[in-house]
């Protein structure tokens, strides 16, 4: 499937800041999921993403989906340990629903 | 929400053998699964796409008589790993929609293979 660029690839943070995550395509996307993955367990889906310019919001999460639906990234306010693991993005191919993961950005948060 | 079980978790197999991951859905039917492999601090590669009643589709550069893949009823698919040689070890993870749900894909556990 077409590729889509996640960065960065980890990102250490203290306890209590900010945390961003983002995914590029060369190519336009019809919507975009988030996933978490904790250390040792499976991915869990966050949320989907499909309209141009989407902002959602779950309490400290924030996914944004570009005005040209290219890009996307997952913002998270005031880290907590609880929030350590990898994020993923996901892109779906056309109408035929063939799933593509970024390579993910690992979170380490330091208490 | 929707569950998905897979078994078993992990497996230690000598070269050459074949083993089996079971991936099933709980509580709801799932006409379309999808297996994945994932080596450690790597992202999640798509393997193959499993539809009820009929064959799988398979990606690039997976060998479809190497990892057979079964989808008899609307809550299971099989993985079988033919052969097995210790490059094939890796974690196995399926996933699974719900039929006629929306796009988001419930996963599985996960399947340690370590082939010896």
């Known amino acids: 499937g077409q590729q889509v660029m996640q960065i960065p690839q980890y990102q250490h943070v203290q306890e209590g800041e900010d945390f961003t995550t983002y995914c590029n395509s060369s190519t336009t996307l019809s919507n975009i999921q988030w996933y978490k993955q904790r250390p040792g367990g499976h991915p869990v889906f966050l949320i989907q993403?499909?309209?141009?310019?989407e902002v959602k919001k779950q309490k400290r999460l924030t996914f944004q989906f570009g005005e040209a639906k290219k890009n996307s990234s997952l913002h998270i306010t005031a880290t907590q340990t609880t929030d350590v693991g990898t994020y993923f993005c996901l892109r779906l191919s056309g109408g035929s629903y063939i799933p593509t993961f970024g390579r993910g950005t690992s979170l380490i948060v330091h208490p | 929400g929707a569950v998905v079980s897979q078994h078993p978790s992990w497996v230690i197999c000598k070269s050459g053998t074949s083993v089996k991951i079971e991936c099933r859905s709980l509580d709801f039917q799932a006409t379309t699964m999808f297996w994945y492999r994932q080596f450690p601090k790597q992202s999640l590669m798509l393997m193959a796409t499993?539809?009820?009643?009929?064959?799988?589709?398979?990606e690039q550069g997976v060998e479809k008589d190497k990892f057979l893949i079964n989808h008899a009823s609307l809550t299971l698919s099989t993985l079988t790993v033919t052969s097995a040689h210790p490059e094939d070890s890796s974690f196995y993870i399926c996933?699974?929609?719900?039929?006629?749900?929306?796009?988001?894909?419930?996963f599985g556990p996960g399947t340690r293979l370590t082939v010896l």
């Open positions: 993403l499909v309209k141009s310019g």
């Open positions: 499993s539809n009820e009643g009929s064959k799988a589709t398979y």
């Open positions: 996933s699974a929609r719900v039929s006629g749900g929306a796009d988001e894909q419930f």
